[in-house]
């Protein structure tokens, strides 16, 4: 028998839908995920732009992208760190990637900034990370249970939250790590989720996984990225 192949197997799953708003006025929608896969060690992104531009857009997608390859590719280094030192390195990486990208288009950093919710297990070890900037949600399920692990931070109402762009973020940058235990799934949700479900944001998800059922109209952009253990029967 293989014992190898008794170990979890995670896979990824994302859904990013533009909303109302954003259709109507011709944008791109604002939401972008990303999940990378670096040997044992999955991670999985989310980032919601803001502003009036097609510009966020471009922003989303790039802190998404570096979120998740910055903690799939350094997942060990980093875990081996404290919370302040995790929370450091990510901002920065992160901020490179936006800089970068305002030089190429001649943009500014409030013209690409967003919130980021990301999270990075590794199978061998059952570890995970989670970073989490501004509002979004992350959420643990536990078989049937759940639990919202990194709530949405505001400020006097939904407009106001952290973004990338904000110098300094200091403890803003929301830094977890531990042991997956009995964890079987993962979901990180976008702001728009409040609109469905403004308690929690968990209700509409068993529909939007199911394929081919209808989602609530919402003004604003939702997406999702949900990580799920799989564990593979044992081969002889």
């Known amino acids: 028998m293989n014992m190898d192949s008794k170990k979890p197997h995670w896979e ?19 939401d972008a995920v990303f999940i990378s896969r670096r040997n044992d060690v999955i991670a999985a992104s989310l980032a919601d732009g803001s502003g009036s531009t097609d510009a966020a857009a471009a922003g989303a997608a790039v802190a998404a992208r570096t979120a998740a390859e910055v903690l799939a590719g350094s997942f060990s280094f980093l875990y081996s760190k404290d919370t302040k030192e995790i929370r450091y390195y990510l901002i920065t990486e992160i901020r490179h990637a936006l800089y970068n990208l305002c030089r190429e288009r001649q943009l500014t950093l409030d013209q690409v900034h967003s919130t980021v919710v990301a999270v990075a297990l590794d199978e061998q070890t059952g570890r995970y990370i989670l970073a989490h900037i501004g509002d979004g949600m992350i959420v643990f399920f536990y078989g049937e249970d759940w639990e919202v692990v990194s709530a949405p931070e505001n400020g006097i109402s939904r407009r106001y939250t952290r973004l990338t762009s904000m110098i300094p973020l200091g403890d803003a940058v929301r830094i977890r790590k531990g042991d997956l ?28 996984m199911e394929e081919g059922r209808e989602i609530t109209d919402t003004s604003d952009d939702i997406s999702t990225v949900v990580l799920t253990k799989i564990r593979p029967a044992a081969i002889y």
């Open 12 to 30: 990824g799953r994302s859904f990013v839908r533009r909303g109302r708003i954003h259709r109507e006025r011709g944008l791109r929608c604002q």
């Open 181 to 208: 235990g009995s964890i079987t799934r993962i979901c990180l949700f976008s702001d728009g989720f409040r609109e469905i479900d403004p308690e929690n944001g968990i209700g509409i998800f068993e529909e939007m």
